[in-house]
């Protein structure tokens, strides 16, 4: 069984920031579209952001309107990890984010809809409170 653990929530000022890390167990996330989603409390989960697999996608991203220009994915392919920066976080941002990958059929990822991602991480807490 594919597993992902995702790290690095916790609480967090508005106008703060955190790294949240996505991470595998037992094989290497170059070979998959990874995604991010969160579900806020009394709400469905959304898409968040999604980096492509460096050979079918070459690394490319793509955001959703809420967080563009305000969270950073990437991947770090030398420790199989792939990072959510966020930045200048507020009350809205706070969520259960979950990591997720994506056995590429196609070349690039996506995020709107949570259909393509075979394998889910357990979810980390990321609180926003003054």
């Known amino acids: 069984q594919l597993q992902l653990v995702e790290s690095g929530g916790g609480l967090v000022q508005p106008g703060g920031s955190l790294r949240l890390s996505c991470a595998p167990s037992g094989f290497s996330l170059d070979y998959y579209h990874i995604g991010w989603f969160r579900q806020a409390p009394g709400k469905e989960r959304e898409g968040v952001s999604c980096i492509s697999s460096p050979p079918h996608g070459s690394d490319s991203t793509n955001y959703a309107d809420s967080v563009k220009g305000r969270f950073t994915i990437s991947r770090d392919s030398a420790k199989n990890t792939v990072y959510l920066e966020m930045n200048s976080l507020n009350f809205e941002d706070t969520a259960v984010y979950y990591c997720?990958?994506?056995?590429?059929?196609?070349?690039?990822?996506?995020?709107?809809?949570?259909?393509?991602?075979?394998?889910w991480g357990q979810g980390t807490q990321v609180t926003v409170s003054s």
């Open positions: 997720a990958a994506d056995a590429p059929l196609f070349s690039h990822c996506v995020f709107s809809t949570e259909g393509p991602y075979d394998y």
